[in-house]
């Protein structure tokens, strides 16, 4: 708690630097300007009139909007599916020289993290690590960060630096350098870009999109969108195929067909995206949900599944016949005849649309017996805290275009098109960083990556189509699940 006032400190600092910390996309820097023609070619007055605006327009751009005209934009990140549709990261360049890091994105935090070198450090081998004196605008801010994940745990010391992702920079961006951490990081993970809103931020500092989103002009438009792919059903899935495609700034027409049905975050409590889950529906049969707050849900695309209250819960696998209840370290989870096509929809706020989960995204492995699979829907219990009864990821996020708006402040679901849908499946290599250096990660004598492949344990079964182990399923990540607030 007495990191409060100290924050504070740190806030208002950050408010005041906000207008100089934003920079265009790099797209926009004057790259390909002929400043320096060695023998200029004549120009007529139109000429040499174009040209001065155009000088004009690129200055005004760089230094970002002090004449009044600002120029916006928006950039995309390609993402990556690892482990099957266990969690999809995106790359982020840090520091100068900037060194690019892979970080899971999760619309269900709120802080940036990544993994330090130091000699503290506890992460698996293969984990890019980042090393704070070899970048020049580094400062520490000597503050201590900790978080409490549903998966897992970080702790370490907060520092700021440039940070860039999806064509645009910030500087400084506040982030945590992690020294301990349980259970959490997956190579060629880094850490984790909190996407959520900077009111559950355990470091108290303003995310990178959402410092972006609130600068006036920076982003054509204040949100950002997700498109992720599914390989949960793909018996040839590696350990890392193509993720789909995050926007900033604007959607990605060619990535959804039809409107996108906006619903308000309620009451405006803005921090997790929260929407009232208002509809559940199981092969056509509705189940009966509560209202208000007690149906509130995060839209988390860090978390791996759908976790709900346990009665409601209940309530939906009592619609699928000879479903049951798992026990032992698997409580909370059901398990049905694999047979059955499961059909769920969700419907949220004042809409009219119920989206379905496919049948593939809800089957998420095999039960204790070979014609037994495990759904993905599940109950932790008591969620406690400040997490929303129901948290909703990626088995419901793969099969919507999903858009997170910050003003108004809500949250809005498409269709995805054709061409987002061909993605399904497609094996091919992860995107690569376009900005940065790749880091270098130590030599471990030749396991670089051996805990990726520990977890590629993808399709294992015979007769299901979308086999996992049972440990593994203990195994799905839900990074939402946060307790919220400084720790200590
Ligand atoms: C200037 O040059 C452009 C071609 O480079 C021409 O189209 C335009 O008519 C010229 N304007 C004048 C005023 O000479
Ligand atoms: C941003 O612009 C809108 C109108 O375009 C205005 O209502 C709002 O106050 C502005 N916000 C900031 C932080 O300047
Ligand atoms: C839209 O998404 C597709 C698929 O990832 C990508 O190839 C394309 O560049 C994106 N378009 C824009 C304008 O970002
Ligand atoms: C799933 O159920 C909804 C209505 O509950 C229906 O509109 C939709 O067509 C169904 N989808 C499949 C694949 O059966």
Not at 168 to 177: M, T
Not at 286 to 307: M, R
Not at 358 to 383: E, H, K, R, W, Y
Not at 388 to 408: C, E, M
Request: charged share 10%; with cysteine; proline share 6%.
């Amino acid at each position: 708690m007495y990191l409060l006032p100290h924050w504070l400190a740190v806030s208002c600092f950050l408010l005041l630097a906000h207008q100089e910390a934003l920079a265009a996309p790099d797209s926009s820097l004057p790259r390909s300007i002929p400043l320096l023609r060695r023998a200029p070619p004549q120009r007529n007055a139109t000429e040499v009139s174009a040209w001065l605006k155009q000088q004009k327009d690129l200055l005004v751009a760089k230094y970002h909007g002090r004449s009044g005209q600002q120029k916006r934009s928006n950039g995309m990140n390609l993402l990556t599916n690892q482990g099957a549709d266990t969690s999809f990261y995106g790359s982020i360049a840090v520091g100068t020289p900037p060194v690019a890091y892979n970080v899971i994105l999760d619309t269900g935090s709120s802080d940036l993290w990544l993994a330090a070198s130091d000699g503290l450090s506890s992460f698996n081998d293969g984990i890019a690590k980042f090393d704070s004196s070899a970048s020049s605008t580094f400062k520490d801010l000597n503050t201590p960060f900790s978080i409490t994940y549903g998966s897992g745990a970080a702790r370490g010391t907060l520092g700021q630096d440039v940070v860039r992702m999806a064509g645009f920079e910030l500087n400084p961006q506040i982030f945590a350098v992690v020294t301990q951490e349980s259970g959490v990081l997956t190579a060629p993970v880094s850490g984790l870009m909190g996407m959520g809103f900077q009111t559950i931020a355990s470091s108290g500092a303003t995310p990178f999109w959402e410092a972006l989103a609130s600068n006036n002009g920076t982003l054509d438009q204040p949100l950002m969108a997700f498109q992720l792919t599914r390989f949960l059903d793909v018996q040839s899935a590696q350990e890392l195929e193509p993720g789909g495609t995050f926007s900033l700034g604007a959607v990605n027409t060619s990535l959804f067909t039809g409107d996108i049905d906006y619903q308000d975050i309620p009451d405006g409590q803005e921090g997790f995206w929260l929407q009232e889950l208002t509809g559940l529906n199981v092969n056509g049969n509705s189940v009966t949900l509560p209202s208000g707050s007690d149906s509130y849900g995060a839209i988390d695309t860090g978390t791996t599944l759908v976790s709900g209250p346990e009665d409601v819960v209940a309530a939906l696998y009592a619609q699928i016949p000879n479903s049951q209840a798992l026990t032992g370290q698997n409580q909370g989870f059901y398990q049905y005849p694999c047979a059955t096509t499961v059909n769920v929809t969700m419907r949220f706020g004042s809409s009219t649309i119920s989206w379905p989960i496919s049948n593939a995204d809800f089957l998420v492995g095999q039960g204790t017996t070979p014609d037994m699979c495990v759904g993905a829907f599940f109950s932790i219990g008591q969620t406690g805290g400040s997490a929303p009864p129901w948290i909703i990821g990626d088995t419901f996020l793969k099969n919507v275009y999903s858009v997170f708006r910050a003003q108004p402040p809500s949250v809005g679901f498409a269709q995805l098109s054709e061409t987002a849908t061909a993605m399904n499946g497609v094996t091919g290599p992860a995107p690569s960083p376009t900005i940065g250096s790749v880091a270098t990660v130590e030599a471990t004598d030749g396991t670089i990556g051996a805990s990726a492949t520990d977890r590629a344990s993808t399709p294992t079964s015979s007769s299901s189509n979308a086999a996992v182990s049972r440990s593994q399923v203990s195994a799905w990540l839900f990074w939402g699940v946060v307790s919220a607030g400084l720790l200590l």
